[in-house]
């Protein structure tokens, strides 16, 4: 069971927004950044939103993240089919002094 | 193009031993702190080990202290990962991550290791 809690899966249609939350403790969001990362079996992961909520460049501005005491939550508006992956949250925890990654959430597009 | 190409996964019997290697190439390695990352079968992602810049400083996840050791030689643009007493539970699909601005921004394509009989 990860320290970072995610909903194991979600699901959206095309065209529909959707959002993931990541809920973890004072020792990790609470007093650290958050970042997210998209994967799809097979691939490299791919940084998704940095420092709770910048994106790099080249990630459409259709995912968006935010931050919240000791949660934060990744939003995808309009999805689309190639939305479909695995995704994570992380974060350093002070307290265990390691990087912390939530258990992921399947994203399915309908 | 910035690109890690990570090499060196294997079967390998439990108690034994692996070394990775990880190849940087499109930015100035040694600019960079640099971390493995892993992802058992079926299961998400496990942060391993993280090495600064300049090799000063190793930090590990308590499930590779006293077994792995993370190294780079920044002359020849490599990350290493050497690991021993290997576990079943070691069986993992292992990534090569770059950090910046205290995120993961750039990541291999991995490299299997199955620790079995």
């Known amino acids: 069971q990860s320290v970072l809690t995610q909903p194991p899966s979600a699901s959206g249609t095309p065209g529909q927004g959707v959002t993931i939350s990541c809920s973890g403790s004072?020792?990790?969001?609470?007093?650290?950044?958050v970042h997210w990362y998209q994967h799809l079996p097979g691939t490299a992961p791919k940084l998704l939103i940095y420092?709770?909520?910048r994106r790099p460049s080249g990630v459409p501005d259709r995912f968006s993240g935010s931050k919240s005491g000791t949660s934060a939550s990744l939003a995808i508006s309009g999805l689309r089919s190639e939305d479909e992956a695995d995704y994570y949250c992380?974060?350093?925890?002070?307290?265990?002094?390691?990087?912390?990654f939530g258990g992921g959430t399947k994203l399915t597009v309908l | 193009e910035v690109q890690l190409v990570e090499s060196g996964g294997d079967l390998v019997q439990p108690g034994g031993s692996l070394r990775l290697s990880c190849a940087a190439s499109?930015?100035?390695?040694?600019?960079?702190?640099m971390y493995w990352v892993r992802q058992p079968p079926g299961k998400g992602l496990v942060w391993v080990s993280r090495?600064?810049?300049?090799?000063?400083?190793?930090t590990y996840a308590d499930s590779a202290k006293g077994r792995f050791t993370i190294s780079r030689d920044n002359a020849k643009n490599t990350l290493y990962l050497q690991m021993s007493s290997l576990r079943a539970e070691d069986t993992a699909v292992y990534y090569c991550?770059?950090?910046?601005?205290?995120?993961?921004?750039?990541w291999g394509q991995g490299t299997m290791v199955t620790v079995s009989s």
């Open positions: 991550v770059r950090g910046r601005e205290g995120a993961f921004d750039i």
């Open positions: 499109g930015f100035i390695f040694s600019n960079y702190w």
């Open positions: 090495i600064k810049n300049d090799g000063s400083g190793t």
């Open positions: 004072s020792s990790n969001i609470g007093s650290n950044s």
């Open positions: 420092r709770d909520d």
């Open positions: 992380a974060a350093w925890d002070d307290s265990l002094s390691t990087w912390l």
